[in-house]
């Protein structure tokens, strides 16, 4: 009966749109009534920004193949165009994150252009190359406040905006993955030389999915900003990128709820070693090398964990009981 | 002119530094086609062995300088055989994830162990001592980095081109499966390239000990990157390239602190990187080879 509904396309919309209205509504209570407190608001934060970095770090590693590490980059330029926008001249939150985006995206777009010529370890150190740069400069632009950063930011990130900008994510990045765009950027990452003859043009796919990934970075960035009170330059660097990466190899490249669950283990692993900094780093530095000795695909490969699955497993249990 | 001059002079010991750290990035990449992230750090643990073999054995730097290189030589081998030997197979990607690992491994560690504060050379370690030569003035600290650096490169030269070993290195790196049925160890080849490699960051390591006096454990990040820049701006995988690569870069530096925004310093190498990857991926002393399908 159940199984009935979810098969029906509107019905499954419908589910789908119930379970996340019960999620929002069940934390938001939580947080009303004081259950989660400014701690665990912190963690809430830092968790709803860390999936949208991570799945939309994924659409760029995982999906198209193309290792970036300059994803910190991103993220800093969206959180200092909307701060500039919000503070500076007084806009509206919403103006500020998607201004934001939109300047993250123009700089994803002209990182891109040349640099996603280059394959491999290339586009990797030429990318990390463009993240610093960013970082550098904003660094060397007063008006930002220089190596010091901006403070005071007015706090307008609420649970609100951060699970808006959660679903928006996933659900953007997951539509153009099941999409022709989305074949074509798997194709990508599968063979370049092949879906080359197969007529798709692979630089202007790779450009697409790096516009988009630096697009929801920069929606992080701003979100992050708006919660934090303070931004500085250091914040945003490489290591930043690398902390991201983690969480998109742990998940599995190509695997969008991988990306998730990861992000939610790292950043409860995060929020539990807070006290040890150096061990954090240290179990870190083992999850990659060991995963890409052991388990190089990541936890959940290039497989998503739907509904359907977890029925499976479910009617796979009761028939065994 | 005159500063100009004194310019350069003063980027020539900041450019053997990279260029030490370069080679060991170019022959790796050249017998393994891996970008060995981790370099860096090894660099950084051969500063932080100096560093001890000065403060507490009582060593001169020289003595600081061949422990660190033996150490680090070592710890180049056991990375090799723990961390990137299983993957000799795997995706170059995962190659690389493996590596970033590595370095983030070494760097906390460290921390763990060390403190993340940073350490000053004790006094006396290396007197410092100015010379006036036709108006351009350079320290005996400048002298001696440049100049052992150029008997390492020497040194190196030697057995890259004239020992069994060094043809061994240089068959791998042209084709490793030819190697094999040569009768090439293949495995004990790519450990002593590790060795060597390793050996010469550590030297470096102790010459920026000297060259800025402190030490930190995340110290190699930087100069790691940069050395990598050097090795791709003279073509990644070729020796003589990652040497012009790092005095290039180490003058072009110094040119632009000195003239320039020392902030901007540290996005010139990036700059640079970018250009080259942009107009000759190769490097400068890089052969264009076409893409088989």
Redesign the interface.
């Known amino acids: 009966m159940i199984m009935n509904v979810f098969a029906n396309r509107w019905g499954k919309l419908g589910a789908e749109i119930l379970i996340l209205a019960f999620i929002f509504l069940f934390v938001q209570y939580f947080i009303t009534v004081g259950v989660f407190n400014q701690y665990h608001q912190i963690i809430i934060t830092s968790l709803c920004i860390n999936i949208i970095l991570a799945v939309s770090l994924n659409l760029i590693n995982g999906f198209t193949?193309q290792?970036s590490l300059g994803h910190a980059g991103f993220m800093a330029v969206g959180a200092y165009v909307s701060v500039v926008l919000t503070k500076f001249m007084g806009m509206p939150f919403l103006v500020g994150l998607v201004g934001g985006c939109l300047a993250a995206a123009a700089a994803g777009f002209v990182i891109g252009v040349?640099?996603l010529?280059?394959k491999?370890?290339?586009l990797?150190?030429?990318t990390?190359?463009?993240g610093?740069?960013i970082r550098?400069?904003l660094?060397?632009i007063e008006y930002v406040g220089g190596p010091a950063g901006i403070v005071g930011i007015p706090k307008m990130t609420t649970w609100g905006w951060l699970f808006a900008g959660v679903v928006i994510t996933i659900a953007t990045i997951q539509n153009l993955i099941n999409s022709s765009y989305g074949r074509a950027i798997i194709s990508v990452r599968e063979d370049e030389?092949a879906s080359e003859v197969m007529g798709i043009n692979i630089t202007s796919y790779k450009v697409l999915a790096f516009v988009i990934g630096a697009f929801f970075a920069g929606l992080a960035g701003g979100l992050y900003a708006h919660y934090f009170y303070i931004i500085k330059p250091e914040t945003f660097n490489f290591l930043k990128s690398?902390d991201v990466?983690v969480m998109v190899?742990l998940g599995g490249l190509g695997s969008t709820t991988g990306a998730v669950i990861a992000a939610a283990f790292i950043t409860l692993l995060s929020a539990a070693l807070q006290a040890f900094p150096?061990?954090r780093?240290?179990i870190?530095?083992?999850?990659?090398?060991l995963l890409?000795?052991y388990r190089?695909q990541g936890l959940m490969g290039n497989k998503e964990l739907s509904v359907k699955i977890l029925g499976k497993i479910w009617s796979g249990k009761n028939d065994a009981a | 002119m005159l500063e100009l001059m004194q310019q350069i002079v003063n980027g020539l010991s900041l450019g053997a530094i990279y260029a030490l750290i370069a080679l060991g990035y170019t022959m790796v990449y050249g017998i393994i086609k891996l970008?060995n992230f981790a370099h860096g750090d090894v660099m950084m643990v051969g500063a932080y062995v100096g560093f001890f073999s000065v403060s507490m054995l009582g060593t001169n730097i020289v003595v600081a300088m061949i422990f660190a290189m033996l150490a680090c030589a070592l710890l180049g081998v056991i990375i090799e055989k723990v961390?990137y030997k299983?993957?000799r197979r795997?995706?170059?990607?995962?190659?690389?994830?493996?590596a970033?690992?590595?370095?983030?491994?070494l760097?906390?560690?460290t921390?763990?162990f060390l403190t993340?504060q940073q350490r000053i050379f004790p006094q006396g370690t290396f007197p410092v001592q100015d010379y006036s030569l036709a108006g351009i003035s350079v320290s005996n600290k400048d002298i001696f980095i440049f100049i052992s650096a150029i008997l390492l490169m020497v040194i190196l030269q030697f057995i890259v081109k004239n020992t069994k070993t060094g043809k061994a290195m240089r068959a791998v790196s042209e084709d490793k499966d030819a190697a094999v049925l040569m009768g090439i160890n293949v495995d004990n080849t790519i450990s002593v390239t590790f060795a060597i490699g390793s050996a010469l960051a550590a030297a470096a390591g102790v010459m920026i000990g000297v060259y800025y006096n402190t030490i930190n454990p995340l110290m190699g990040i930087l100069p790691g990157?940069k050395a990598?820049?050097a090795a791709?701006l003279g073509g990644i995988g070729i020796i003589p390239g990652a040497m012009v690569g790092g005095f290039i870069l180490g003058i072009l530096e110094t040119l632009v602190s000195g003239y320039g925004?020392s902030?901007?310093r540290?996005?010139v190498?990036?700059?640079i990187?970018?250009l080259i990857?942009?107009i000759k991926?190769t490097g400068i002393f890089g052969k264009n080879t076409g893409e088989k399908?």
């Open positions: 193949g290792l040349p640099t010529r280059l491999g370890d290339y990797a150190i030429a990390l190359g463009f610093e740069i550098v400069i660094q060397n030389i690398f990466l190899v150096a061990i780093m240290i870190y530095a083992l999850i990659l090398i890409m000795i190089p | 970008i961390a299983p993957l795997a995706t170059r990607i995962a190659a690389l994830i493996t970033i690992g590595v370095s983030l491994f760097e906390y560690t921390i763990f993340p990157l990598f820049v791709v925004n902030l901007y540290d996005a190498a990036f700059g990187l970018i990857l942009l991926p399908v």
